[in-house]
């Protein structure tokens, strides 16, 4: 049984507490993901495409739809700066 995520606004995400710890994510995995994450980041800056943003804060499973405008080494970056750490992100979704 997979839990719901929930659904949140963007500019909420800057008052969520993200934890330093990793989700457990094998190296194959991540390196998908991040693939994931570039290709997301082309489709929102060029055709302003929307993606589902799933991640893990400090309470649990949330979801965000958004652009992405960039993928930095350890952070993606929202609109107006809102930032998410990659490594607390489950999946990003068309």
Request: aromatic residues 4%.
């Amino acid at each position: 049984m997979t839990i719901a995520p929930t659904l949140i606004e963007k500019e909420n995400v800057v008052d969520l507490l993200f934890p330093n710890i990793p989700l457990e994510k094998s190296k194959a995995d991540m390196n998908k993901l991040i693939q994931k994450l570039r290709r997301s980041m082309v489709l929102g800056n060029i055709h302003r495409t929307k993606m589902r943003i799933i991640f893990e804060d400090s309470v649990g499973l949330k979801e965000v739809r958004t652009t992405i405008w960039a993928v930095g080494d350890k952070n993606i970056v929202l609109k107006k700066g809102v930032v998410i750490p990659i490594n607390r992100v489950v999946d990003v979704i068309l």
